[in-house]
């Protein structure tokens, strides 16, 4: 058997950080996608070796572990592909065992993790099955646009499809992509959230959710809420390529906040109002040009005010008032997304914009040598086909 799955990553429209402190965020499905190729061998056509192996093509890398080094380190495994169960503590050191002799580059040590999740996963739902995996990625790895997400919910979707445990139209067509059911929809996502927890510890879970479900989401005190956008949108997306602490970022908002509660409270009042709207904005139909001005001009001055709420908090960078100040002299609004300190930047592209401006910026942008991709923003989440 042979499948493959993708899955979009994510970006925040609003509501970063303010989130952790009761406001609500907005986040959405981009169309930049990570892959996940998964071939089941039978035994007896490894070669007598039995292994899982994953290749990392972006990365060039490729590791693989004998079925039978798996199963005297985990011991038997149900190879279920019901309702997870989380990864313990015990498990957890296993898996690191299990990454011992592997060749894990000391520059990209951060693989550790995301190897962790995949043997957890793959050896939960399959069992000691010989098979090959390769990932594919559009998406740049720890910028803030959900790429560990994308990885887990690919993995989790060509998984649980070739256990059996969901399933997509029998009349499908090969390599033809299709689209699971809400219930198979909740079970690859709760199989994404347990392998986003052993990669990042204790995270929110929007991510995963993003990028199973698609379209946008809006995400307050644990809830979420399913927006339907009424209209496609369309931003530019500047990965800045400069790296950022997210933990340390987050603690810096928290610190201010408890040096200025009754200022830094306003401003989280301000962005929880700010999601709220947008969340109204992007559900409105708009069936002309004029609609579609005006509701792109109200998005525009959403972010404008987020991102200078998110300067109050301190998490801007000079890389990011590069993008800010080269996007305004095209009269083009843009915020951070995520973490900030670095990272990426949002531009919003009106529609009704000529694309020899969008290419414009994109090239002043790139000279500064920041990266570009243009993305469509609340597409389809998880999609899977045979092969």
Not at 55 to 65: A, P
Not at 268 to 291: G, M, Q, Y
Request: charged residues 20%; glycine residues 10%; negative net charge.
């Amino acid at each position: 058997m042979e499948v493959r799955a993708r899955a979009p990553g994510k970006i925040i429209l609003a509501g970063e950080h303010a989130v952790v402190h009761g406001s609500a965020a907005v986040a959405a499905a981009i169309d930049l996608y990570t892959t996940f190729s998964l071939h089941l061998l039978p035994a007896e056509d490894d070669g007598g070796a039995g292994a899982v192996e994953l290749n990392l093509r972006d990365s060039g890398l490729t590791f693989s572990w004998p079925c039978s080094r798996l199963r005297e380190a985990l011991g038997e495994v149900s190879g279920k592909a019901g309702p997870p169960t989380p990864c313990s503590p015990d498990e957890l050191a296993t898996m690191a065992k299990l990454l011992e002799g592997q060749e894990i580059p000391e520059a990209k040590i951060w693989l550790s993790t995301g190897l962790s999740a995949y043997l957890f996963l793959y050896t939960s739902i399959l069992g000691y099955r010989p098979g090959k995996a390769v990932v594919t990625s559009d998406l740049p790895i720890g910028a803030g646009l959900g790429s560990s997400a994308a990885f887990c919910v690919s993995m989790s979707g060509a998984l649980l499809t070739a256990a059996g445990a969901v399933g997509i139209g029998v009349g499908s067509a090969a390599g033809e992509w299709e689209l699971f059911g809400k219930d198979d929809l909740e079970l690859v996502n709760q199989w994404a959230f347990q392998g986003e927890k052993i990669i990042h510890g204790k995270p929110s879970g929007i991510d995963n959710s993003v990028s199973t479900f698609g379209s946008m989401i809006k995400f307050k005190k644990g809830e979420l809420t399913n927006l339907k956008s009424r209209n496609p949108v369309k931003m530019l997306i500047t990965d800045t390529r400069v790296g950022r602490n997210t933990k340390a970022l987050v603690a810096g908002v928290s610190e201010r906040a408890s040096r200025h509660p009754d200022a830094m409270a306003s401003v989280f009042h301000a962005v929880n109002s700010i999601s709220e709207e947008l969340s109204s904005i992007v559900e409105l139909p708009a069936e002309d040009e004029v609609a579609i001005t005006s509701k792109e001009d109200k998005l525009a001055e959403l972010m404008e005010m987020n991102q200078g709420l998110l300067q109050c908090m301190g998490v801007s960078h000079s890389s990011i008032e590069t993008v800010l100040r080269t996007t305004l002299k095209y009269s083009l609004v843009s915020k951070l997304t995520g973490a900030g300190g670095g990272g990426c930047v949002l531009t919003l592209i009106p529609t009704l914009s000529a694309n020899i401006i969008l290419e414009k910026v994109a090239a002043e942008l790139e000279s500064y040598g920041f990266r570009c991709f243009k993305v469509e923003v609340g597409g389809r989440g998880l999609q899977v086909c045979r092969i």
